[in-house]
């Protein structure tokens, strides 16, 4: 088991930039999938990145250019940089760490609010 804590969310100007983190409560370094997801009111969670064994990455079409996913084993942590943030980014934010080899290793954050407002 993993506990996932995500945080650096909160209350950002459009246009501004922020970064999210998601530290596990152990390595991480045994989840090949790490994601961001994020889920707005009303609307169904949705994958915003993910990074594959450490190199590769994928992105949602509308956050492509904006935000950019790293992670660490070395801190157990995960990054999200968003630069470049727009009032339909406002979400909660949830950190996802997977192991594509057992249907177990897969665990959730409780999610960290980010409202892009002016």
């Known amino acids: 088991q993993v506990q996932l804590v995500e945080s650096g969310g909160g209350l950002v100007q459009p246009g501004g930039s922020l970064r999210l983190s998601c530290a596990g409560s152990?390595?991480?370094?045994?989840?090949?999938?790490m994601g961001w997801y994020r889920q707005a009111p009303g609307k169904e969670r949705e994958l915003v990145a993910s990074i594959f064994n450490g190199i590769m990455t994928n992105y949602a079409d509308s956050v492509k250019g904006r935000f950019t996913i790293s992670r660490d084993n070395a801190k157990n942590t995960v990054y999200l940089q968003m630069n470049s943030l727009k009032p339909e980014d406002t979400a909660v934010y949830l950190c996802?760490?997977?192991?594509?080899?057992?249907?177990?290793?897969?665990?959730w954050g409780q999610g960290t609010q980010l409202t892009v407002s002016s």
């Open positions: 996802r760490a997977r192991n594509t080899a057992s249907v177990r290793d897969d665990y």
């Open positions: 152990r390595s991480i370094s045994s989840f090949n999938i």
